[in-house]
């Protein structure tokens, strides 16, 4: 009995020496693989804090991830009317030469951060006509390089954006179209860090064409000649209100009463006045990286002759719906 009390002693003390002498490696692997992954993490960081900056919660999700290298992806619906929202026909409501179509798509892509103000990014479109019905057409496409820059300046939230991209979309390449610049900038003042905050958000546009007076027949649309669909110069401004019901809810509200196109077909720079139209939804900051913003547009004019309904008459065959999702990943 003796005897096995010592083997049984002598047995534990042995595995607590193993045990000692297993604890120091154990602890110095630990040890080196969280400083590899904070070194890397560190590697992906830029100085600074842009949410110091900019506070507003779509401003964030869509200037993209703090990380120096991230992906971003967006999607977007657009339905079709308010009486009949998952239609298969969208609504004509700025009286595009090309008729819309209901479509859900959107851009994925890459984006590499400068410091906490700019960053580049490098994307491709998708989309898919009638997601609810036929489900036609699906294409990836549009490739485009966008240089943004956010900071807030002085009072007021700022983000800019300059973008060059190449039209390889089958629709727009049948009528000539080849690819386009745009510039836009975004203000946003929230008097102080109150609920209710005011902006205005201005855009202007190029798109190159290759065809004139060919015969050409989009989808869905009359045979003629090319020119009849082609806009080259476009300049836009919207001016817009938001209330913030907590940091993740609020409600949004876009007026474009200036939006000015150049139709080809026309002589001259004589720029078209589309009509004035409004829309209104409700943003949810899911996360800092992820918005959700559903919401309608309507027509003023329409709006007007039915005393101011959306549910009523015109406005409600006219007006269209529309769901954008903005998500920035790392």
Same mark, same amino acid.
């Given at each position: 009995?003796?005897?096995?009390?010592?083997?049984?002693?002598?047995?534990?003390?042995?595995?607590?020496?193993?045990?000692?002498?297993?604890?120091?490696?154990?602890?110095?692997?630990?040890?080196?693989?969280?400083?590899?992954?904070?070194?890397?993490?560190?590697?992906?960081?830029?100085?600074?804090? *842009?949410?110091?900056?900019?506070?507003?919660?779509?401003?964030? #999700?869509?200037? %993209?991830?703090? @990380?120096?290298? &991230? =992906? $971003?992806?967006?999607?977007?619906?657009?339905?079709?009317?308010?009486?009949?929202?998952?239609?298969?026909?969208?609504?004509?409501?700025?009286?595009?030469?090309?008729?819309?179509?209901?479509?859900?798509?959107?851009?994925?892509?890459?984006?590499?951060?400068?410091?906490?103000?700019?960053?580049?990014?490098?994307? *491709?479109?998708?989309?898919?006509?009638?997601?609810?019905?036929? #489900?036609?057409? %699906?294409?990836? @496409?549009?490739? &485009? =390089? $966008?240089?943004?820059?956010?900071?807030?300046?002085?009072?007021?939230?700022?983000?800019?954006?300059?973008?060059?991209?190449?039209?390889?979309?089958?629709?727009?390449?049948?009528?000539?179209?080849?690819?386009?610049?745009?510039?836009?900038?975004?203000?946003?003042?929230?008097?102080?860090?109150?609920?209710?905050?005011?902006?205005?958000?201005?855009?202007?546009?190029?798109?190159?064409?290759?065809?004139?007076?060919?015969?050409?027949?989009?989808?869905?649309?009359?045979?003629?000649?090319?020119?009849?669909?082609?806009?080259?110069?476009?300049?836009?401004?919207?001016?817009?209100?938001?209330?913030?019901?907590?940091?993740?809810?609020?409600?949004?509200?876009?007026?474009?009463?200036?939006?000015?196109?150049?139709?080809?077909?026309?002589?001259?720079?004589?720029?078209?006045?589309?009509?004035?139209?409004?829309?209104?939804?409700?943003?949810?900051?899911?996360?800092?990286?992820?918005?959700?913003?559903?919401?309608?547009?309507?027509?003023?004019?329409?709006?007007?002759?039915?005393?101011?309904?959306?549910?009523?008459?015109?406005?409600?065959?006219?007006?269209?719906?529309?769901?954008?999702?903005?998500?920035?990943?790392?």
């Amino acid at each position: 009995m003796n005897k096995m009390l010592l083997s049984a002693v002598a047995l534990s003390m042995s595995f607590t020496a193993f045990a000692q002498d297993q604890t120091p490696a154990t602890n110095t692997d630990s040890q080196t693989k969280m400083k590899i992954e904070e070194a890397a993490d560190r590697k992906n960081k830029v100085d600074g804090d *842009i949410d110091q900056e900019i506070t507003n919660a779509k401003l964030r #999700a869509e200037s %993209g991830s703090k @990380s120096r290298y &991230s =992906l $971003s992806f967006t999607a977007n619906y657009a339905g079709g009317s308010l009486r009949e929202p998952f239609s298969k026909n969208r609504p004509n409501l700025t009286n595009d030469p090309v008729i819309p179509k209901v479509t859900m798509g959107g851009e994925f892509g890459g984006r590499y951060r400068i410091d906490k103000n700019q960053s580049l990014s490098l994307g *491709i479109g998708y989309a898919l006509e009638r997601p609810f019905h036929e #489900a036609q057409r %699906g294409q990836i @496409s549009n490739p &485009s =390089l $966008s240089y943004n820059y956010v900071a807030k300046l002085g009072p007021v939230q700022n983000v800019s954006s300059a973008s060059v991209g190449v039209t390889t979309n089958s629709d727009q390449v049948t009528i000539g179209d080849v690819g386009g610049l745009g510039l836009s900038n975004t203000v946003i003042y929230d008097f102080g860090g109150s609920k209710t905050s005011v902006g205005l958000a201005a855009e202007v546009g190029y798109t190159h064409f290759n065809k004139k007076n060919e015969i050409v027949e989009p989808k869905g649309q009359p045979r003629t000649r090319a020119i009849r669909f082609q806009e080259d110069y476009s300049v836009a401004a919207y001016p817009f209100a938001e209330y913030a019901f907590s940091d993740k809810v609020n409600l949004r509200t876009v007026f474009r009463p200036w939006i000015f196109t150049h139709r080809r077909v026309k002589d001259g720079q004589e720029f078209n006045h589309r009509p004035w139209t409004q829309s209104f939804g409700v943003g949810f900051a899911v996360t800092r990286d992820v918005f959700v913003y559903p919401n309608f547009q309507w027509d003023w004019e329409r709006w007007r002759r039915d005393d101011f309904n959306w549910f009523k008459g015109q406005t409600a065959r006219s007006a269209t719906v529309a769901l954008s999702v903005t998500a920035n990943v790392f």
